[in-house]
């Protein structure tokens, strides 16, 4: 399974980001796809997960300004960021728990994340 993310960039405080990852690749199903972020220094952190039922999960501090949905014929997951600050500024990775053939057993993919940067 390969995640390719795209969407971040540079953006003033108060502004916005869509992330976007597309799973690809050979695989039987994806159950979770989500988001998460590392700051530098920082460890990795939840920032919003969804089931492939539509259950969503998002981290309790980002409640409100930010978004997950998902697409499961496009096998994709976005993320809408709004009202961002620059503790926000971080690598942004896509997630998707899947398995490649009926049976085998689940793993965790990582895409290769894509930086955001909220400046002051």
């Known amino acids: 399974v390969q995640l390719q993310a795209s969407g971040g960039g540079l953006v003033q405080a108060g502004g916005s980001l869509r992330l976007s990852c597309q799973a690809s690749g050979s695989f039987f199903s994806i159950n979770d796809m989500g988001w998460y972020r590392q700051a530098p220094g920082k460890q990795r952190e939840l920032v919003a997960r969804?089931?492939?039922?539509?259950?969503?999960t998002t981290a309790d501090s980002l409640k409100g300004r930010f978004t997950i949905s998902r697409d499961n014929d496009k096998n994709a997951v976005n993320l809408q960021a709004d009202s961002l600050e620059p503790e926000d500024t971080a690598v942004y990775y896509c997630n998707a728990y899947a398995r490649r053939s009926y049976g085998s057993a689940w793993i965790n993919y990582w895409g290769q994340g894509t930086q955001v940067t909220v400046s002051s």
């Open positions: 969804v089931t492939s039922g539509g259950k969503i």
